[in-house]
């Protein structure tokens, strides 16, 4: 039943444009290096700022670097950076949502340590951690996860919740099951379907928040091309250059717009509720 | 004009016509080409003052045809294909929806199974009663306040003033019945439609909201469409039965026709797989005791950081012992603790105080990792068959949870599990299948084989038939006894159905506020009850006069059989229940 539903909300239009526009985006971070005219980090001191021509379909930024080739490379920092974001949030959250969701005891104290974390603005957190630690892929997907797994937890522990009581459950208790196996086996895959809807979420916002700190100079080192660093360099030419930071940008927005739109219908189709209400 | 003065002018039906009047009412789903038969062809009518009981096992399609006067069914889900609906000779079907909602409270009411989801719970109950009122009259604020406190007077609601201003959740579900009764009643509708009104609330609560709609229907001469599942309701206050099955009307007669000399098959299996409230034949007791409960206590610790919560004792002083192959039964109304005790004893919850002693060793204080084998030897079946499987799991790595756990193969447990699937009686091939292609009778059985799988010594079967239609119920009683005599299993049987208990049970227990007022076999208990709330829960059972399985009434000291109901108008309250206490739901 799950599965006809799965299907009729993906056959919508939005939601079919979305996902081909998610697999060109994939296809050029798998091909990144095929694709690519030239080496993304090549400098040609000669060739500065120049305009969109046959050789430089984009032009190049302020060191001659060939922006196509930055822009396709960004598509992969973009895509590890929002699947890991999105896989150590949730791997994170659920093993924290389990403990508390199961056990009163660390609910109370666990619960107030993840508002805490909560209260802290994510940039902020992000911005004194880099400066901390310095830059690098490590610190930033530090910097993203972390704001990201109060809400995870809270929706596991949600589901823990319900679903503890549930007789099935206390079925499997007076059957000898052991806590470990009761926890993988009957309560886990309950929230797994929510779970893969805030990934998706996760994995949009990760992309945003990672060039977000690129731009803000907070990010990935200034060398690597990642759709904020292209940007952030972009932004001083502006009037002269437009396409430094319109492409990257073009491809950022549809990036997290494509996203957004299947998590929504991710969840339109795993909690018929919820589509009906909105 | 009202609609209030406009049914005056009218001067409703003339008498003898009926109030409402059912032709040839089809009902499907809104399915397009794969539209299902929901109701086919149901007609009945019902005159003023007249109680027309509408029964029929789950799925029958009793409550869509309520749904159906009313106009409230799902819109999107199920239609009206065809047929008339009249009430006082006006077709439902064809005024619009302006002109149903007019008659709506004014022509024809609605009391629904659940009074807690009926009422809004953010506002008082005084002003959504007034809301009819508001909305159907053009009374002045002092009027409809005036009338409204006459109404909570009208159904025995003490000091109406207080219970003008009180929100639903200070209120217990008897109390919350009665205003949501209120508030169908209080513009004096001609027909009223009770859906399952008191599925809900303990007997004896029941009992006297049974009396408070024969009352008030006596008072205004209203007719009422009662739907149940309960023979023992229907027969203390039918005046009239509609049996239907599978969405068919399939016999219609009156009270006496259709419990004392039924015409079809259906109806007569129906009628007689009602247990009796007469006690079967005891067991012998075996003399070996299997688990002796010493003194159990449970208290549910009070919490709260801030403010200190009483802690509240949920049971108190319980001592009892089970025999080999002994049925005991615990019985009482919601509150009572006896479900409290079932889940101390199966250690799904710490007992406070005392002693469970299972085989010489004491396991109620035993941490849950060091039961070991004592886990094995209790096992519980759930009263929601919907709920006691993992929706996610197929039948047979459900069945096998318990045997691997104790360290059995795979293949052993499987082949075991095929084997128990035989004696609860479905095929082997329900292994691979999921819960939900499962009825509920046979969810519940797979239940009980998961249960038998691991050979525990002690079954408990926490209202385990509750949730099922009598004739499965007979059916699952029956395995259980069954299994009872072929492996001398002893089974702890909580139930709030005193007629389930008096067929399956040797001993009861009789529980109330978190004490046993009474206990003893089940022939001393029922009929030479000696405490008193037992005998009021013995009074308040529905439909004691009447032996169904031999289509006749009961011979009984009391001569009151013909409407028990109608006689006795005002029950006193029975001695020993607390009205304060709020009733939120059954027993879980």
């Known amino acids: 039943m799950k599965a006809i539903e799965l299907r009729r909300t993906l056959r919508t239009s939005p939601v079919l444009c979305a996902l081909l526009i998610m697999l060109a985006v994939c296809g050029i971070a798998v091909f990144a290096p095929l694709l690519a005219t030239m080496d993304p980090l090549a400098l040609d001191p000669t060739h500065r700022l120049s305009a969109p021509s046959a050789t430089h379909w984009f032009g190049t930024d302020a060191f001659g670097r060939d922006a196509y080739s930055r822009v396709l490379h960004g598509a992969r920092v973009s895509l590890v950076v929002g699947i890991g974001a999105a896989a150590i949030g949730i791997a994170v959250g659920l093993l924290i949502g389990l403990l508390v969701g199961y056990f009163p005891l660390f609910d109370a104290v666990v619960m107030r340590i993840m508002d805490g974390i909560m209260a802290i603005p994510g940039i902020l957190l992000a911005i004194a951690l880099i400066s901390l630690s310095g830059a690098g892929l490590a610190t930033v997907m530090v910097a993203i996860v972390v704001p990201e797994i109060p809400r995870v937890v809270r929706l596991v522990r949600g589901v823990i919740l319900t679903v503890k009581s549930e007789p099935y459950v206390e079925a499997a208790l007076s059957q000898g099951t052991r806590l470990p196996v009761l926890l993988w086996r009957h309560l886990v895959p309950s929230t797994l379907p929510p779970l893969i809807v805030q990934g998706t979420y996760i994995f949009a916002s990760a992309i945003l928040t990672e060039a977000i700190l690129s731009f803000l100079g907070a990010g990935l080192p200034p060398e690597t091309s990642s759709w904020g660093n292209i940007m952030a360099e972009g932004r001083m030419y502006f009037q002269l250059r437009p396409g430094l930071i319109l492409y990257p940008g073009i491809f950022l927005s549809l990036t997290v717009l494509s996203v957004n739109i299947i998590g929504d219908a991710m969840r339109d189709a795993l909690d018929p509720r919820l589509a009906r209400r909105f | 004009m009202t609609p209030h003065s406009a049914r005056r002018i009218a001067g409703g039906p003339a008498p003898g016509h009926p109030v409402l009047s059912i032709e040839g009412l089809n009902v499907c789903t809104a399915g397009g080409r794969n539209a299902?038969?929901?109701?086919?062809?149901?007609?009945?009518?019902?005159?003023?003052?007249?109680?027309?009981?509408?029964?029929?096992?789950?799925?029958?399609?009793?409550?869509?045809?309520?749904?159906?006067?009313?106009?409230?069914?799902?819109?999107?889900?199920?239609?009206?294909?065809?047929?008339?609906?009249?009430?006082?000779?006006v077709d439902m079907l064809t005024i619009g929806p302006a002109a149903l909602r007019a008659l709506r409270a004014t022509e024809m009411a609605i009391v629904f199974q659940e009074p807690m989801t009926a009422l809004n719970p953010v506002e008082t109950v005084g002003f959504q009663i007034e809301e009819v009122l508001r909305l159907h009259t053009r009374l002045s604020r002092k009027a409809r306040r005036e009338?409204?406190?006459?109404?909570?007077?009208?159904?025995?609601?003490?000091?109406?003033?207080?219970?003008?201003?009180?929100?639903?959740?200070?209120?217990?579900?008897?109390?919350?019945?009665?205003?949501?009764?209120?508030?169908?009643?209080?513009?004096?509708?001609?027909?009223?439609?009770?859906?399952?009104?008191?599925?809900?609330?303990?007997?004896?609560?029941?009992?006297?909201?049974?009396?408070?709609?024969?009352?008030?229907?006596?008072?205004?001469?209203?007719?009422?469409?009662?739907?149940?599942?309960?023979?023992?309701?229907?027969?203390?206050?039918?005046?009239?039965?509609?049996?239907?099955?599978h969405g068919r009307v399939v016999e219609t007669g009156s009270r006496t026709d259709i419990l004392s000399n039924p015409r079809q098959v259906y109806t007569r299996s129906l009628v007689t797989s009602v247990p009796s409230l007469v006690p079967a034949a005891p067991n012998p007791i075996q003399p070996d005791c299997i688990l002796d409960v010493r003194k159990l206590g449970k208290i549910y610790a009070g919490r709260g950081v801030l403010k200190r919560v009483k802690a509240l004792p949920a049971a108190t002083d319980i001592s009892f012992s089970l025999h080999r192959s002994e049925i005991a039964g615990i019985v009482g109304e919601s509150g009572s603790g006896k479900s409290t005790v079932a889940r101390c004893i199966a250690h799904l919850m710490p007992a406070s105080e005392g002693a469970i002693v299972l085989d010489g060793t004491d396991i109620a204080r035993k941490p849950v990792g060091t039961l070991g084998t004592a886990r094995r030897h209790i096992q519980v079946v759930f009263q929601d068959p919907y709920r006691s499987l993992n929706p996610r799991m197929r039948i047979g790595e459900s069945l096998i949870e318990g045997l691997t756990n104790f360290g059995e193969t795979r293949q052993a447990a499987l082949q075991k599990a095929g084997a128990l699937l035989e004696v609860v009686g479905l095929a082997p091939e329900a292994l691979q299948r999921y819960p939900h292609q499962f009825s509920g009778g046979q969810r519940q059985r797979i239940c009980i084989a998961r249960a038998l799988a691991l050979e525990p010594q002690v079954l408990i079967a926490d209202e385990a038939v509750s949730a099922l239609d009598v004739s499965v119920q007979a059916q699952v009683l029956r395995l259980l006894r069954e299994i009872r005599e072929r492996t001398g299993i002893a089974v702890l049987f909580i139930t709030h159905d005193l007629r389930v208990a008096a067929q399956i049970?040797?001993?009861?227990?009789?529980?109330?506020?978190?004490?046993?007022?009474?206990?003893?076999?089940?022939?001393?208990?029922?009929?030479?009850?000696?405490?008193?709330?037992?005998?009021?829960?013995?009074?308040?059972?529905?439909?004691?006069h009447w032996d169904f399985q031999n289509l006749c009434p009961l011979p009984t000291a009391e001569p009151d059989y013909p409407h028990p109901i109608r006689s006795g108008l005002s029950t006193p309250d029975i001695p020993g229940v607390s009205h304060a206490q709020p009733i939120t739901r059954r027993q879980p």
């Open chain 2, 505 to 544: 049970c040797d001993s009861i227990i009789v529980m109330h506020q978190g004490r046993i007022v009474e206990s003893g076999s089940t022939r001393a208990v029922l009929t030479q009850p000696q405490a008193p709330y037992t005998q009021s829960l013995i009074a308040a059972a529905p439909g004691k």
């Open chain 2, 147 to 245: 009338r409204v406190l006459q109404m909570l007077e009208s159904v025995h609601l003490p000091q109406p003033e207080r219970v003008y201003r009180a929100y639903p959740h200070q209120l217990s579900g008897g109390q919350r019945q009665r205003i949501v009764i209120a508030m169908a009643l209080i513009l004096g509708p001609r027909l009223l439609i009770a859906d399952e009104p008191t599925t809900a609330l303990d007997v004896t609560t029941q009992k006297q909201i049974l009396t408070l709609i024969r009352e008030l229907q006596e008072r205004h001469n209203t007719a009422v469409l009662f739907i149940t599942h309960d023979f023992g309701v229907v027969s203390e206050i039918a005046d009239r039965i509609v049996v239907m099955h």
């Open chain 2, 36 to 89: 299902a038969t929901v109701l086919n062809d149901v007609s009945f009518t019902i005159d003023p003052g007249e109680t027309v009981c509408v029964v029929g096992e789950s799925g029958s399609g009793k409550s869509v045809s309520s749904l159906a006067v009313m106009g409230l069914l799902p819109p999107g889900e199920l239609r009206v294909e065809s047929g008339r609906i009249l009430v006082n000779g």
